[in-house]
Nanobody, 127 residues
Framework: QVQLVESGGGLVQAGGSLRLSCAAS????????MGWFRQAPGKEREFVGA????????YYADSVKGRFTISRDSAKNTLYLQMSSLAPEDTAVYYC????????????????????WGQGTQVTVSS
């Protein structure tokens, strides 16, 4: 099994930036597709973006496209989410997740494809 721990969340003003990290342990995530999701109060967990095992392919939700960037560092066994031009609508708990089965595809926007999840980190954007 793999354990995922998110960090880097906090309070930021609108227009600002944050970088979230997802540190994996227990096993390497180097051969897994990975995803970021977020959940605001009263809403379902929604897709943010995904990345294939090598980092050569990424896919983003329309709501964050052009503002957020997913990357990974195999040496550190870590997944990242760089967030820029943040708006209050981005306020949510952000979760990382690992898909141990598939390589990549737009279906990774669906929560059911992921096998392991972190506990989440809070991102709050003030206006």
């Amino acid at each position: 099994q793999v354990q995922l721990v998110e960090s880097g969340g906090g309070l930021v003003q609108a227009g600002g930036s944050l970088r979230l990290s997802c540190a994996a342990s227990g096993r390497t995530i180097g051969n897994y597709a990975m995803g970021w999701f977020r959940q605001a109060p009263g809403k379902e967990r929604e897709f943010v973006g995904a990345i294939n095992w090598s980092g050569s392919w990424t896919y983003y939700a329309d709501s964050v496209k052009g503002r957020f960037t997913i990357s990974r560092d195999s040496a550190k066994n870590t997944l990242y989410l760089q967030m820029s031009s943040l708006a209050p609508e981005d306020t949510a708990v952000y979760y990382c997740a690992a898909d141990t089965t598939t390589n990549w595809g737009t279906w990774l926007a669906l929560r059911r494809y992921y096998d392991f999840w972190g506990q989440g980190t809070q991102v709050t954007v003030s206006s």
